[in-house]
């Protein structure tokens, strides 16, 4: 039987109660410290007289109480569902009317923005009367209860948690994970990251993708997690160093931000790069790798599926920096045509899969029209080579059809991001009257006052022998790329072009 996070935090707490289980921010826990606040907290959620298996919300970000209410949650036999602080109003909107939380948390002022006056007002104008709490900002929240025995725990077939996506697609969803789903995926990430009890996991960003090691497989193997509450490039080098961190879970923007300033700090203790979100590019891995002791490894997976794929540390480069790995924890894939059909093995097509870690549901309507047949189509363009390694060729929609030519922004971008003058970059299609659409390179320079140019990139891209018809034909010079959490926003950064484009504000098009 599959031992749950909590038996494992009882098990740490245990056999380890001195050893450092958490930080972030100002916070410092131990793994008795962990299992005594999720105790109290746990049975301070049950004196409020909750039902079993309500809602618990929590707008937060990178901060201990993520952590902390998800593993009081599933001791006290409720349902969690973190948000970050990354969504806005709109989207949080959204995701209450649906949930229809028990209790909200949220912080006070953050970063610019009134989170806790944000929530009420929409709680308001919803007609919703959650327990409110609010997370102090310099000190851990407390919610002391009689410790929680147990019994009341989640069972491995009850539903644990629900993620919100934060694509570019609109309205986020909320996909519903069991806790037999949410234990599959532990277990197999301790087994792929070989994760110790002497290991530190420096967590960039809160959420999905590679932050899962981080709340799912740490409590199992007992190593410390390293929160950051706010992202920023000089100080997770200081936490690198200071805290030794063996493993950094971050996505390939903020590796692509960190990697340039490496030498500024010792970065001996880390051993592994883990990486989700989008497709790192081969030359920033081979960066990472050719200044550090570390190895890159590249995740495949969404909040909105479940189903993954990883590279395994003992993997060669080529593998690791090309290919997003074998499908992880149970998890299969198939490669099909528009009709559903199976492609045969090195051919392009649609990415489809199913397994144990995978969403039992949604809250609403939205996700439930990606599954057919007990298959989620994933929208990813992929194949799969000759090993069983998954090859990510790019979105399904985000497919430039140039006069007819078929083009992936994800090959374009990763040439471009080789250039020394490129900071960001993002490839999309703009309109055209005559080809229906034209490749147009989004740039963000390394060097505002020294701007590459329009032909500068396009001969770059011919000397890796890119074909002539996916050579970008316009450029937007941007001071930063639009964002929703840690993805591009394509469909804002797409009108953002269309209308640059056509009022002429950028003289670099051809």
């Not at 409020?48 to 998800?70: K, S």
């Not at 960001?424 to 390394?446: F, I, Q």
């Not at 072009?497 to 002429?504: C, G, V």
Request: glycine share 10%.
């Amino acid at each position: 039987m599959l031992e749950t996070i909590v038996a494992a935090l009882a098990r740490q707490a245990r056999e380890r109660p001195a050893a450092t289980a958490l930080i972030a921010g100002p916070v410092r826990l131990t793994w008795g410290e962990v299992k005594d606040w999720v105790d109290r907290a746990a049975g301070w959620f049950l004196a409020q007289g909750l039902p079993r298996g309500a809602p618990v919300l929590g707008w937060l970000p990178n901060n201990a109480e993520w952590y902390l209410v998800r593993l009081a949650c599933e001791q006290a036999g409720l349902f969690w569902v973190p948000v970050p602080t990354s969504q806005g109003s709109r989207e949080l909107a959204s995701i209450l009317a649906r949930l229809h939380p028990a209790v909200l948390l949220t912080l006070g002022r953050f970063r610019e923005r009134d989170y806790a006056a944000e929530g009420d007002v929409l709680c308001t104008e919803l007609g919703l009367t959650p327990i409110r709490l609010q997370v102090p900002e310099e000190s851990l929240l407390i919610l002391d209860g009689p410790a929680a025995d147990a019994g009341t725990a989640l069972r491995l077939d009850e539903m644990a948690h629900a993620l919100s996506t934060t694509g570019s697609e609109g309205t986020p969803k909320l996909a519903l994970y069991t806790l037999a789903a949410a234990c599959e995926r532990a277990h197999a990430q301790k087994q792929l990251l070989g994760l110790r009890a002497d290991d530190t996991l420096l967590v960039l960003s809160p959420g999905t993708g590679p932050a899962r090691a981080a709340w799912l497989a740490a409590p199992v193997a007992g190593c410390c997690v390293v929160g950051m509450p706010v992202f920023g490039t000089d100080a997770a080098l200081q936490l690198i160093e200071r805290e030794r961190a063996s493993i950094v879970c971050g996505t390939p923007a903020q590796l692509a931000m960190l990697a340039p300033k490496l030498n500024r700090v010792d970065t001996s203790s880390v051993r592994i790069w883990y990486t989700a979100g989008s497709v790192l590019p081969p030359t920033l891995a081979e960066e990472l790798e050719s200044t550090t002791r570390g190895i890159v490894l590249s995740t495949y997976g969404g909040a909105d599926f479940g189903g993954w794929s990883a590279a395994d540390p003992s993997d060669p480069p080529a593998v690791r920096h090309g290919t997003v790995g074998r499908p992880r924890g149970g998890t299969e894939f198939r490669i099909v045509d528009g009709e559903g059909r199976d492609l045969p093995q090195g051919e392009v097509g649609e990415l489809i899969g199913r397994g144990p870690c995978c969403v039992s549901g949604y809250i609403g309507t939205q996700g439930s029209e990606r599954w057919n047949a007990g298959w989620f189509r994933t929208g990813d363009l992929a194949w799969i080579d000759s090993a069983g390694h998954v090859v990510i060729a790019g979105r399904l929609k985000e497919v430039i059809v140039r006069g007819g030519d078929k083009i992936s922004p994800a090959e374009v971008e990763a040439l471009l991001r080789t250039y020394s003058g490129v900071e960001l970059v993002a490839v999309l299609g703009v309109p055209d009257l005559v080809l229906g659409e034209r490749v147009c390179a989004c740039v963000v320079p390394a060097d505002p006052t020294r701007p590459p140019m329009l032909e500068e990139l396009r001969e770059l891209l011919r000397s890796h022998g890119l074909a002539p018809y996916k050579l970008p034909e316009r450029m937007l010079l941007l001071e930063s790329l639009p964002m929703v959490g840690d993805k591009i926003n394509r469909r804002s950064l797409s009108a953002m072009a269309d209308r640059l484009l056509n009022t002429k504000q950028q003289p670099t098009e051809v």
